[in-house]
């Protein structure tokens, strides 16, 4: 979702740095989520409590189906390349190598991006100059696939009686065994089941082993779905593993039922949504037309290169919801995700019905949708907002791409049903997110973006200011909380160390230190106190306040 609406260039630097990574990643290795987000975006993630490890074998996948998304979306036709772009087939014939090789060579670092052809469709290519530096660091796994010739009539003898001594003397699954065969004789898997599978079909009567009923493997079931999922079809599933269509379709299921049920699903909860005609209500009837429906089939919003006016004329052609539209979109947006949520809560592993996969899978998708939707009206108000914190040098252009990931935060956590604008609630989280990642004596100072900033006055001037009426009253409600509930002392140290001396915007935070030299107590001693104060507070505040005192 945030590449959606990041600029062109940084997503094709973003791309280039993916693919840098992809080439050094060590699939028996761990990775911090740390570093995988700065090698991509160039940024330090400062916010995480804990870093995630990320396996490298899963890390090579991500990075595959990053990067075949990514360039596809950012395709350009090929005669823009400054390089021979190669087709598969066309790689192939130049070094001398089956078509299945070239897609077995993508999982060992040859990257493909995908470009528009001189016909008009766009296709997987390879640059020459990447090709010519795989080749340079895999010669001998190159040479190997070039010295590569059919199998003689013995060779196929060897491998057929190999299978038979295999199934006879152990209990070993049809894959484990073209496995074992292909170890032993250095040829590929493909070429070992593809050799049985010919004999099998010309000697019906005389089956090179028998037909495997075991429970399949995890990694097995785990190709399966990568491969359902990549589009492969399930009779070619069926085929390559020796499953039957239902077992084929267990598989896949099982995966996906795994997959929703590690997902968060998250959703502002309403007494409305356990109404009998809840769905009735809330999904029959569509939002009412904007002139923001005409968008549908157009490329998302984008930054697009440096060019702050085109941003903001491009934003200019997407209307602004009013209170009624953004209701019922919010509405729609929580409830989806809420009956995802409660149909998820019935499923079981075991005899899972692809049906109410595919209905939760429709109810997700759908509230994406509807989240782009919130998230591209309100992407003039990320410009209103980071315009007030430029005056520290501070790239608008940044600020924006920077406030976008803030607002589709704001969108996540919105609650409706309390009656506040969303603009008044975004605009809090953002400002607060700027106030977090910019220190004040940061100087990014673009001279581009100066001479933009008379563009931006001019062109946001007659937009209506953001009312942050109810960000007081909820920083009114905030100080009475503490007021009544904490001593003293436990004031002094929330009040200093929150920075709610002032606006919840602008806030100055102290350290530990600087509060225990006030205080006359230790940075140690402070820390336990205001532990126990967010304590208590935790009981008197909503989730709302909570943030606004925390975050």
């Known amino acids: 979702m945030q590449l959606r609406f990041t600029p062109e260039k940084k997503r094709r630097k973003q791309l280039d740095a993916a693919e840098k990574l992809f080439a050094i990643i060590d699939k028996d290795k761990e990775y911090p989520f740390e570093f995988v987000f700065f090698r991509i975006t160039g ?22 189906i990053f990067i075949s998304k990514l360039g596809g979306k950012l395709a350009r ?47 997987l290519g390879f640059m020459q100059s990447k090709v010519d530096k795989f080749i340079e660091v895999n010669p001998g796994l190159v040479s190997r696939a070039k010295d590569f010739a059919r199998l003689t009539g013995r060779q196929k003898q060897q491998i057929v009686k190999q299978a038979a001594k295999l199934t006879a003397g152990k209990d070993l699954s049809r894959r484990q065994i073209i496995n074992r065969i292909s170890a032993k004789t ?35 079931a785990a ?28 598989i896949i299921n099982r995966r996906r039922a795994r997959a929703l049920r590690s997902r968060k699903i998250e959703f502002v909860a309403s007494d409305e949504f356990l109404e009998e005609d809840a769905r009735k209500r809330i999904l029959a009837e569509p939002v009412g037309k904007t002139e923001s429906s005409g968008r549908k089939n157009l490329e998302p919003i984008e930054l697009a ?24 979109l919010f509405r729609q947006y929580n409830y989806l995700k809420f009956m995802a949520s409660r ?28 989240k782009g939707t919130l998230i591209e009206a309100n992407l003039r108000l990320v410009v209103t907002v980071a315009r007030k914190h430029t005056t520290g040098g501070a790239n608008l252009l940044d600020l924006a791409s920077e406030g976008n990931v803030s607002l589709m935060r704001a969108v ?10 969303f603009a008044t609630f975004a605009s809090w989280i953002i400002a607060k997110d ?59 140290v929330i009040v200093s160390r929150f920075g709610l001396v002032r606006t919840p915007i602008r806030k100055e935070t102290k350290t530990l230190k600087q509060v225990g030299e006030e205080l006359g107590l230790t940075a140690e001693r402070v820390r336990q106190i205001e532990l126990m104060a967010l304590q208590k507070l935790r009981q008197s505040l909503s989730i709302e306040e909570f943030e606004l005192l925390t975050g």
């Open 412 to 421: 996540e956590r919105f609650d409706y049903t309390r009656g506040f604008r």
């Open 77 to 123: 036709p090929v005669a823009e390349q400054g390089e021979k772009i190669h087709t598969v087939r066309e790689l192939a014939e130049a070094v001398g190598v089956s078509t299945k090789t070239i897609y077995r060579w993508r999982k060992r670092g040859l990257i493909p991006r995908k470009y528009v052809f001189p016909d008009g469709i766009r296709r």
């Open 305 to 328: 290169g440096s060019s702050l006016s085109a941003y903001l004329r491009t934003l200019k052609d997407v209307p602004v919801l009013n209170r009624e539209q953004e209701v019922e």
């Open 223 to 250: 190709e399966i779905h990568r491969l359902f999922k990549q589009g492969c079809e399930v009779k070619e599933l069926m085929k390559r593993f020796d499953r039957n269509k239902s077992s084929i379709y267990r």
């Open 43 to 64: 940024f330090n993630l400062k916010s995480l409590d804990e870093n995630e490890l990320i396996r490298g074998d899963d890390l090579l996948e991500d990075l595959r």
């Open 434 to 492: 700027f106030a977090r990642k910019i220190p004040p004596e940061k100087s990014r100072f673009d001279k581009a973006t100066s001479a933009s900033l008379e563009e931006v006055h001019r062109d946001l001037r007659a937009e209506d200011a953001v009312d942050f009426a109810a960000m007081e009253q909820a920083h009114r409600s905030l100080a009475q909380v503490i007021e009544d509930n904490l001593t003293e002392r436990e004031r002094h």
């Open 343 to 370: 149909i998820r809560a019935g499923i079981k592993l075991t005899g899972v019905s692809g049906t109410r996969l595919g209905l939760i899978e429709s109810y997700l998708a759908r509230a994406e949708e509807i």
């Open 186 to 220: 250095g040829r590929s898997p493909e070429t070992v089941r593809y050799t049985l599978r010919n004999y099998e079909q010309a000697n019906p009567q005389k089956a090179a082993f028998k037909k495997s009923g075991g429970a399949i493997e995890p990694a097995q």
